[in-house]
């Protein structure tokens, strides 16, 4: 074929300019680029931020209290004019409502998964699933109503001499709250793993209920590893229902009879008065802002080296 | 005959083993109907306690010191307007942060530190953020405590949420999408904004609702803020009679949201004020309850008319 030869000179540009290498265009694109990545870097921010400030305004506090006195004294009265710093009654506040949380959730959520995952008709699933759901989007605030004005009076009817506020109460309601967060991962865990290992032993004539706990429970450690330590890490950062149903008063005890602050409910405690900026009250729910998140760190290092340690894979 | 003793025998193992099947079908029903009985029980007694108190007047009304003329204006207002800044900050932060992780990031270091970073802000206790929030956005910034200061904590908290909910949605798009939009010539940013991005909004949205959900219920937070409990006044009106009818003082006016109001009045002695509690519990469970319900639903929708 022969090109016309006066309507273009071979060497003009014969394309569009459009379709060229566009330096506004790269330009363009680096810079949307560049902006995704500064706002995926603020969840890095957040947490430079979280830290930096924790330890900052703690650092104010142990000048004034001496480590040492912050982890051994048996007291927490910094509000007092006879001021006591010492961490262990929220700690045993903390842990021993925790402890009712997951006696309730760990083998009420364990229960649940293995039920849903393994013997639940597929209707009931597909009903259960998303109520389980809806149950952990109640707000937390709800729950501490419910443990003070429900479920206190109905335990004081077993246990008469229960007070009014107590760890116990709280902590029950507690777990049930958890109950969700524990069974929906738990499940999605034991789902995960392939069918040919339950073909596998029912081939061997296992039963269904032999099939869950020896072969797919095992299977799924390490996913109902993390399960369990989302529920603990939920339960000791868990505020409203503590501050609401577990009275505010510290107390060094280990007993769920009776009233007690958790870490949570003291820092609660103090926003609701009017502390002024900088004095050393108001520095004190830093420092207990810092034991809190360095507890759940621990426990999510925990989880961590657990399901490096025991995950399985097909 | 031996062998039918046998037979018998291993008959009976099998019972035996069966039985153990159903003891554990009837405990795992138990253990559901616990979780389900025990929200039966919260809805019901909130129900019987709080609905002789709701009434056209316990939403137009300011709380009082008389129980009975108490109502939630100023709550629920304050409440719409923090999610609005909740929303307007974690949303577009949230998508994307998730569409960098999931379209742009290239697999190195950095990437690695911001994905477990994003699980391990999901860990975070709640109340954490409002320490943070206080000291940052009330002290540093010198924002106050305002619905400004409210509202950027709760978008923090939420963070986490709107980006595992983008990243899933942008997952679940097939590659042949991207390789099409690639081959017509469009740049990445013509395929994430033409294509990916709408693909994808329904489980954007999905997540969305769950964590402002999460947001609208969340109390530790805004108490740690220092958020006042007893407000009788509206925050300024967000659009004025003159120009330019648009006004941003509310952003800095002190407030209140619901579930402080609720605390507010659980934690009082006397009993009619119980009620009150009772009437804003269910106003908020049914609220957050609706929020996810519609996300659930417009899940199951999606998965039903997903076809690629």
Same mark, same amino acid.
């Given at each position: %074929?022969? &090109?016309?030869?006066? +309507?273009h000179?071979?060497?003009?540009?014969?394309?569009?300019?459009?379709?060229?290498?566009?330096?506004?265009?790269?330009?363009?694109?680096?810079?949307?680029?560049?902006?995704?990545?500064?706002?995926?870097?603020?969840?890095v921010?957040?947490?430079?931020?979280?830290?930096?400030?924790?330890?900052?305004?703690?650092f104010?506090?142990?000048?004034?209290?001496?480590?040492?006195?912050?982890?051994?004294?048996t007291?927490w009265?910094?509000?007092?004019?006879?001021?006591?710093?010492?961490?262990?009654p929220?700690?045993?506040?903390?842990?021993?409502?925790?402890?009712?949380?997951?006696?309730?959730?760990?083998?009420?959520?364990?229960?649940?998964?293995?039920?849903?995952?393994?013997f639940?008709?597929?209707?009931?699933?597909?009903?259960?699933?998303?109520?389980?759901?809806?149950?952990?989007?109640?707000? =937390?605030?709800?729950?501490g109503?419910?443990?003070?004005?429900?479920?206190? *009076?109905?335990?004081?009817?077993?246990?008469?001499?229960?007070?009014?506020?107590?760890?116990?109460?709280?902590?029950?309601v507690?777990?049930?709250?958890?109950i *969700?967060?524990?069974?929906?991962?738990?499940?999605?865990?034991?789902?995960?793993?392939? %069918?040919?290992?339950?073909?596998?032993?029912?081939?061997?004539?296992?039963?269904?209920?032999?099939?869950?706990?020896?072969?797919?429970?095992p299977? !799924?450690?390490?996913?109902?590893?993390?399960?369990?330590?989302?529920?603990?890490?939920?339960?000791?950062?868990?505020?409203?229902?503590?501050?609401?149903?577990?009275? %505010?008063?510290?107390?060094?005890?280990?007993?769920?009879?009776?009233?007690? @602050?958790?870490?949570?409910?003291?820092?609660v405690?103090?926003?609701?008065?009017?502390?002024?900026?900088?004095?050393?009250?108001?520095?004190?729910?830093?420092?207990?802002?810092?034991?809190?998140?360095?507890?759940?760190?621990?426990?999510?290092?925990?989880?961590?080296?657990?399901?490096?340690?025991?995950?399985?894979?097909? | 005959?031996?062998?039918?003793?046998?037979?018998?025998?291993?008959?009976t193992?099998?019972a035996?083993?069966?039985?153990?099947?159903?003891?554990f079908?009837?405990v795992?029903? #138990?253990?559901?109907?616990?979780?389900?009985?025990?929200f039966?029980?919260?809805?019901?007694?909130?129900?019987?306690?709080?609905?002789?108190? &709701?009434?056209?007047?316990?939403?137009?009304?300011?709380?009082?010191?008389?129980?009975?003329? !108490?109502?939630?204006l100023?709550?629920?207002?304050?409440?719409?307007?923090?999610?609005?800044?909740? +929303?307007? !900050?974690?949303v577009?932060?949230?998508?994307? !942060?998730?569409?960098y992780?999931?379209?742009?990031?290239?697999?190195?270091?950095? =990437?690695?530190?911001?994905?477990?970073?994003?699980?391990?802000?999901?860990?975070v206790?709640s109340i954490?953020?409002?320490?943070?929030?206080?000291?940052?956005?009330?002290?540093?910034?010198?924002?106050?405590?305002?619905?400004?200061?409210?509202?950027?904590a709760?978008?923090l908290?939420?963070? *986490?949420?709107?980006?595992?909910?983008?990243?899933?949605?942008?997952?679940?798009?097939?590659l042949?999408?991207?390789?099409?939009?690639? @081959?017509?010539?469009?740049?990445?940013?013509?395929?994430v904004?033409?294509?990916?991005?709408?693909?994808?909004?329904?489980?954007?949205?999905?997540?969305?609702?769950?964590?402002?959900?999460?947001?609208?219920g969340?109390?530790?937070?805004?108490?740690?803020?220092?958020?006042?409990?007893?407000?009788?006044?509206?925050?300024?009106?967000?659009?004025?009679?003159?120009?330019?009818?648009?006004?941003?003082?509310?952003?800095?006016?002190?407030?209140?949201?619901?579930?402080?109001?609720?605390?507010?009045?659980?934690?009082?002695?006397?009993?009619?004020?119980?009620?009150?509690? +009772?009437?804003?519990?269910?106003?908020?469970?049914?609220?957050?309850?609706?929020?996810n319900?519609?996300?659930?639903?417009?899940?199951?929708?999606?998965?039903?008319? #997903?076809?690629?």
């Amino acid at each position: %074929m022969q &090109l016309p030869a006066t +309507a273009h000179p071979p060497d003009e540009i014969t394309h569009s300019k459009r379709l060229g290498y566009s330096y506004r265009r790269h330009l363009g694109e680096r810079f949307i680029e560049a902006l995704l990545f500064l706002m995926a870097f603020v969840s890095v921010a957040i947490t430079i931020a979280i830290v930096v400030m924790l330890v900052k305004e703690s650092f104010v506090f142990f000048e004034h209290v001496p480590l040492w006195q912050f982890l051994t004294d048996t007291q927490w009265t910094p509000l007092f004019d006879d001021a006591h710093y010492g961490i262990l009654p929220l700690i045993s506040g903390t842990v021993v409502s925790s402890a009712v949380a997951l006696l309730v959730a760990i083998p009420l959520g364990t229960i649940t998964a293995i039920y849903l995952s393994e013997f639940a008709p597929f209707a009931v699933r597909e009903v259960a699933k998303p109520f389980l759901e809806l149950l952990g989007g109640v707000p =937390t605030v709800v729950y501490g109503y419910f443990a003070l004005l429900f479920v206190t *009076p109905l335990l004081q009817k077993i246990f008469p001499d229960l007070p009014g506020f107590s760890l116990l109460s709280a902590g029950l309601v507690m777990g049930i709250m958890i109950i *969700p967060y524990v069974s929906s991962m738990a499940e999605d865990a034991m789902r995960a793993v392939p %069918m040919h290992l339950r073909e596998g032993s029912y081939a061997m004539g296992a039963t269904k209920f032999q099939t869950a706990i020896r072969v797919v429970m095992p299977a !799924a450690f390490s996913g109902i590893a993390a399960a369990y330590i989302l529920g603990i890490s939920r339960a000791v950062g868990e505020t409203m229902v503590v501050a609401i149903a577990a009275g %505010m008063q510290p107390n060094l005890t280990w007993n769920p009879m009776e009233p007690a @602050a958790t870490i949570t409910a003291y820092i609660v405690q103090v926003s609701l008065g009017d502390l002024p900026h900088g004095s050393i009250g108001y520095q004190t729910i830093f420092a207990a802002g810092l034991t809190l998140l360095l507890l759940t760190l621990a426990f999510n290092i925990i989880g961590h080296v657990l399901r490096k340690r025991y995950r399985e894979v097909y | 005959m031996r062998d039918d003793k046998d037979l018998s025998e291993i008959r009976t193992i099998i019972a035996r083993h069966k039985l153990w099947d159903l003891i554990f079908m009837i405990v795992g029903v #138990l253990a559901l109907m616990i979780a389900v009985l025990t929200f039966m029980a919260l809805f019901a007694h909130m129900l019987i306690e709080g609905m002789p108190r &709701l009434s056209w007047d316990f939403f137009t009304s300011f709380p009082s010191r008389r129980p009975g003329s !108490a109502g939630i204006l100023s709550a629920w207002v304050g409440t719409i307007l923090v999610m609005l800044v909740t +929303a307007m !900050a974690a949303v577009p932060m949230g998508i994307g !942060a998730g569409i960098y992780l999931e379209e742009y990031a290239s697999k190195n270091i950095i =990437t690695e530190i911001i994905e477990i970073n994003v699980t391990n802000l999901a860990g975070v206790p709640s109340i954490i953020y409002g320490l943070l929030a206080l000291s940052l956005f009330v002290h540093q910034f010198g924002f106050g405590q305002s619905i400004l200061s409210a509202g950027l904590a709760l978008a923090l908290l939420i963070l *986490p949420v709107v980006i595992v909910a983008t990243r899933e949605a942008i997952r679940a798009i097939p590659l042949v999408i991207r390789e099409g939009a690639y @081959a017509l010539g469009a740049t990445k940013w013509q395929t994430v904004s033409d294509h990916l991005l709408p693909y994808s909004a329904a489980g954007i949205l999905t997540g969305v609702i769950i964590g402002l959900a999460r947001a609208i219920g969340e109390t530790a937070p805004i108490i740690t803020i220092g958020a006042l409990t007893f407000i009788a006044f509206l925050p300024p009106s967000p659009i004025k009679a003159e120009f330019p009818f648009l006004s941003f003082e509310w952003l800095m006016a002190p407030f209140t949201v619901m579930p402080i109001q609720m605390f507010n009045w659980v934690s009082r002695p006397e009993e009619e004020f119980q009620a009150n509690a +009772a009437a804003a519990g269910l106003v908020l469970v049914v609220m957050t309850l609706a929020m996810n319900a519609i996300a659930i639903y417009l899940r199951y929708r999606m998965r039903k008319n #997903l076809k690629w």
